[in-house]
């Protein structure tokens, strides 16, 4: 089950953020008179000994790679007008990949029998710059990952022997790259945490104002990585990082006892970009409004029938229904539902639509994308590969776990440290030719509506996430949580703002249902959790009218709102110290 999270501070607690903007340049090669980083140098110089000397033992390596990523982060968190924390840190994590066998069949073969394994071994690394340190610490690992590669590869050829092979594991367990060089700027930042200190106390009270509001955090963090990689093909990278990101989360209860949750977030790359006063005291104003107005709106009953989903809405849409299916590993795993596996060259969409993922893109119209990033985590270029051509599914996202019928990968093989790459959505973008305006996409939802005899059509606004099951062994589902939900009548009445419920359904059933699409494009930034931990995303969409959508109730809690009001919005408080 692969689950997609935007925004929530709550959902972020312990994850690796990854790359996010990238120090500018021309892939393939490096800025006149760079100084090699003496992490690059005690990286090569031991990747050349270990795979001299690897090489030639039993078995034999033939691949090995290392990759060394340098973090220094700086967080500030605040909550219901005081600071929770204030911090910064810095480390390193050093990743040894080693490969015995043959690109055809190595250790990494996956077994019927065994249950695969995400988590990718490695260690933290000395900060210093001492190559003779740092060489030993790739030593160690190196051999530690030799001998665990090997007693694998035993199980592997055992298993060829006596297990009958797939269609899909004829396909090689690697595929052969071209090596690419790049050597980049170091990056760095320097962050006063102070102004941020008082800027999420102030952002926090001006949530408690409202007796509605149980609990809210706003957290900004910086974060700076260097990320540097060499492998035994000839590859040699190293490139920086910077982001900045400003989170706000508040929570209430309804009556009921239904937990209502809403965020907003804000990213950029220069300092001098960050958001205003203005803009976010604006942002908090709304976040308190819809909370309000959500604690007393009333529940909406299981339904199926006409809806509209906004661009922001209608890209996680895309992305839990149809993007998780495109990744390329899950079309060779036996144990993967396969969507998608044999349609290659079918229409699974209506023809005016078009779908691509371009992790190229750092920015769409101004607005910075998530999931942008040159080379993927296995030093491949990043590359805009079309998905979908009017409907027609063209091809998958591919790492360097090749399909037998499409062998090399197109630089979408992702990560969370500690996690091993596979492949992964970057910046997924949907494009259509039958295009409307707002106003005629909502005629339009009358006018279903009307020959469908429904009592209300459904605006999907805003949406946390979401998850979809694509395991063999599970239903092909999948399941979508608006956070914003309004009741459209046919008879002009004011929509009505409802809760409660969660959109479901079936893939192949599901995409056919797309009648039109709006004419502005919107984007979803966020982080995606799937095998490889959680990586970040853009999602890219303009609003859909959905001809039939079913909706199920929301899972709740029974536990209702505290019993007394806030202190500050209690009358008998008041004059209390």
Not at 59 to 64: D, G, L, N, S, V
Not at 325 to 353: H, M, V, W, Y
Not at 452 to 467: C, E, T
Not at 532 to 547: F, K, N, R, T, Y
């Amino acid at each position: 089950m692969m689950k997609t999270l935007y925004g929530n501070k709550t959902f972020f607690a312990g994850l690796a953020l990854l790359a996010t903007a990238w120090a500018c340049f021309a892939a393939d090669r490096s800025p006149q008179g760079q100084v090699q980083s003496p992490v690059l140098t005690a990286m090569q110089a031991e990747l050349d000994r270990s795979m001299a000397g690897l090489s030639k033992a039993d078995p034999p390596a033939y691949f090995i790679s290392y990759t060394v990523s340098d973090r220094q982060d700086a967080e500030v968190s605040g909550s219901n007008g005081a600071l929770l924390s204030s911090t910064e840190d810095r480390g390193r994590w050093l990743e040894v990949q080693t490969r015995v066998g043959s690109y055809q069949l190595d250790n990494t073969h996956k077994l019927p029998d065994r249950p695969p394994s995400w988590t990718s071994p490695g260690t933290s690394a000395a900060i210093d710059d001492d190559v003779p340190v740092l060489r030993r610490e790739m030593w160690r690992e190196t051999d530690r990952q030799y001998r665990a590669a090997s007693q694998a590869l035993i199980k592997v050829q055992t298993s060829q022997q006596v297990q009958v092979q797939t269609a899909e594991g004829a396909a090689p367990d690697f595929s052969s790259e071209q090596p690419h060089t790049y050597i980049g700027p170091r990056v760095e930042i320097h962050v006063d945490r102070k102004p941020w200190e008082e800027r999420v106390r102030t952002y926090t009270a001006a949530f408690s104002k409202s007796p509605a509001v149980l609990n809210s955090i706003a957290t900004f963090t910086a974060l700076a990585t260097n990320q540097y990689q060499v492998n035994s093909e000839g590859t040699k990278l190293a490139f920086g990082q910077i982001h900045y990101r400003l989170e706000l989360f508040v929570q209430s209860k309804a009556p009921d006892g239904m937990d209502i949750q809403r965020y907003a977030n804000f990213d950029w790359l220069d300092p001098k970009d960050a958001p205003n006063e203005k803009t976010v005291s604006d942002a908090i104003q709304v976040l308190i409004r819809e909370t309000e107005a959500l604690d007393k709106a009333p529940l909406v009953d299981p339904y199926a029938g006409p809806a509209l989903l906004t661009g922001r809405a209608a890209a996680v849409y895309f992305h839990e229904v149809f993007g998780h299916r495109a990744e390329g590993f899950r079309q060779k795993d036996i144990n993967e539902g396969q969507t998608f596996t044999s349609k290659i060259g079918e229409q699974i969409f209506p023809d005016f639509l078009s779908i691509k993922d371009d992790p190229t893109e750092a920015s769409l119209g101004g607005q910075m994308l998530l999931g942008y990033y040159p080379y993927d985590d296995e030093g491949v270029p990043a590359e805009d590969v079309q998905l979908v051509d009017h409907g027609i599914l063209k091809t998958f996202l591919m790492s360097r776990s090749p399909l037998v019928n499409i062998p090399h990968s197109n630089g979408h093989g992702r990560r969370q440290l500690g996690y091993v790459p596979v492949a992964r959505q970057g910046n997924l973008i949907v494009s259509s030719t039958k295009t409307m305006t707002n106003a005629q996409l909502r005629e339009k939802l009358v006018e279903l509506i009307k020959q469908q005899g429904k009592p209300f059509g459904l605006l999907i606004d805003d949406i946390a996430g979401g998850f979809t099951f694509t395991g063999r062994g599970n239903p092909q589902a999948f399941q979508v949580q608006p956070l914003v939900v309004y009741k459209v009548f046919a008879d002009g009445r004011p929509d009505e703002l409802v809760r409660g419920v969660d959109i479901v359904g079936t893939p192949l059933v599901s995409l056919t249902k797309i009648v039109a699409t709006g004419d502005k494009l919107e984007i979803f930034n966020g982080y995606c959790g799937a095998e490889s931990g959680s990586v970040p995303v853009s999602a890219v969409a303009p609003e859909i009218l959905i001809s039939e959508m079913e909706v199920q109730k929301k899972e709740t809690s029974t536990d209702r709102p505290p019993i007394l009001p806030p202190p500050a919005h209690d009358p008998l408080a008041k004059g209390q110290p």
